[in-house]
């Protein structure tokens, strides 16, 4: 079954009701009856659709193919052969394990052969992989992918890192602890000097 809407967002809370299925709400009502609460008092009333809500925009992800804002390509790049970076891009998603969030950054390069991309199409694949549940290792793989089957570049480059509210907020409770993960390809991976001068612009 998809519970998921595209037409929910900007909506208000009465209207959007009608878009969330009962049983997802009542099973909200369940979960907080079982951590102690009471679903029916008044600050808790309207929570359950709320929720709802919040999920379903953390996980707008599975209804697009993130590649997808990598088709329309430009092969005009003036000579242009160095590398591409967008650095530093923040994102949100959540762990698949605990549903809990994951916040970070992540660093995306590729070396054009000859076709680039809008600058801002990295980061909507990132965004488009990040809004599904995740574990940071699949996420870092799944944008190189991405880059790496439709521009065919002569490498691709992606550097994560996240906090994960699994490790900082529960368990073993380490907050400012960020993991990192990484995914060369290409001459990033074969080429000492290619990933030197890399990881030189992306500050490592
Ligand atoms: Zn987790």
Known sequence: MNFFCNDIEGVDLDQSAELVPDEVQEAVRTLLRWVGEDPDREGLRDTPL??????????QGYEEDPGMHLARTFEEVAGYDEIVLLKDIPFHSHCEHHLAPITGKASIAYLPTNRVVGISK?????????????????????VAQAIWDHLQPSGVAVVIEAQHGCMTGRGVKTPGVGMVTSRLLGCFLEDKSSRAELFSLMGY
Do not use: D, M, N
């Not at 990295?122 to 799944?142: K, M, N, P």
């Open 122 to 142: 990295l980061a909507r694949v990132l965004h488009g992989y990040a809004r599904r549940l995740q574990i940071q290792e699949r996420l870092t793989a799944e």
């Open 50 to 59: 709320r929720y709802a809500k919040a999920w379903q925009e953390y996980c």
